[in-house]
């Protein structure tokens, strides 16, 4: 065990959608990235959130093994950006795997040097999550406010060491839905073996609530979820470049 502490945001005990089967969700506190369709805009603050240590989270996580071991799930490490605090993440990973439960890093990508501690980090996780939010540099600055630079160098380190991933990717009318930025994600991801399964999230506004809490102006109102047969269109596109993945 570790007394190690890290500052977290919330946690889901029976999260279903963030990796396989029943997962205890551990969303840490911080981000880089500033999303337009971000859903947990109080996550963004470094200083934010609570603090709390690894002996913790593992007590109240083993209560949820039976859970887990049934269905096939584990833990995943969310935020946020989990890979703000890699120390404590690989902390709680290597605490998870001393227990047999599988372990999912969830992340944008956002990490400016593979170093030894975040290579410790993905040894240490059975899968990743990944958001790819937008192939064009531009279109991916607009939406985020930073590069996407660091998210396809990861992308690629990830794909070169074998790594399993999810690929998720937002469909947001008006930012990512545009054919020619699919196709470029498609020739981005068709080398890569590793990729296991791509998510299409199509975009929702259930994180406004918390954009007015904080007395900010939410910057997609007005933009409507994505019509079913752009879903599929883009679901397609992908096929085209990566027909053995699983959606």
């Known amino acids: 065990m570790s007394s190690l502490v890290g500052r977290i945001h ?4 029976c999260g279903t959608v963030d990796g396989p089967g029943i997962r205890f969700i551990i969303f840490m506190q911080g981000c880089l990235m500033k999303c337009k369709y ?3 805009r109080d996550s963004w603050a470094l200083d934010g959130g609570k603090e709390t240590t690894v002996d913790e989270l593992m007590q109240e996580l083993l209560q949820y093994r039976h859970f887990m071991e049934a269905s096939g799930g584990g833990i995943t ?3 946020g950006e989990a890979m703000l605090q890699p120390e404590f ?4 990973f290597e605490a998870c795997r001393m227990e047999g439960i599988h372990t999912c890093l969830d992340t944008n990508g956002f990490v400016r ?5 975040t290579k410790k980090v993905l040894d240490a996780a059975d899968l990743v999550l990944l958001d790819i939010k937008q192939m064009d540099n531009t279109k991916h600055i607009d939406l985020t406010h930073v590069s996407n630079k660091y998210t396809l160098d990861f992308a690629k ?3 070169e060491h074998d790594q399993p991933v999810y690929l998720r990717y937002v469909v947001l009318p008006g930012y990512t839905d545009a054919l020619e930025d699919v196709h470029e994600l498609g020739k981005f991801i ?3 073996k590793n990729i ?3 998510e299409l999230l199509p975009y929702h506004e259930l994180g406004k609530h918390k954009w007015t809490a904080m007395g900010e102006i939410y910057p997609l109102d007005g933009v409507n979820p994505p019509s079913r047969d752009t879903m599929i269109t883009i679901k397609n596109i992908l096929l085209e470049y990566h027909p053995d993945v699983i959606f």
Do not use: F, Q
């Open 89 to 92: 993440v690989h902390a709680m």
């Open 113 to 117: 040097r593979i170093d030894d501690t």
């Open 10 to 13: 919330t946690i889901e005990t």
């Open 38 to 40: 971000c859903h947990n």
């Open 190 to 192: 068709e080398p890569m």
């Open 196 to 198: 296991v399964k791509i």
């Open 77 to 79: 490490i969310s935020g």
């Open 157 to 159: 380190y990830l794909a």
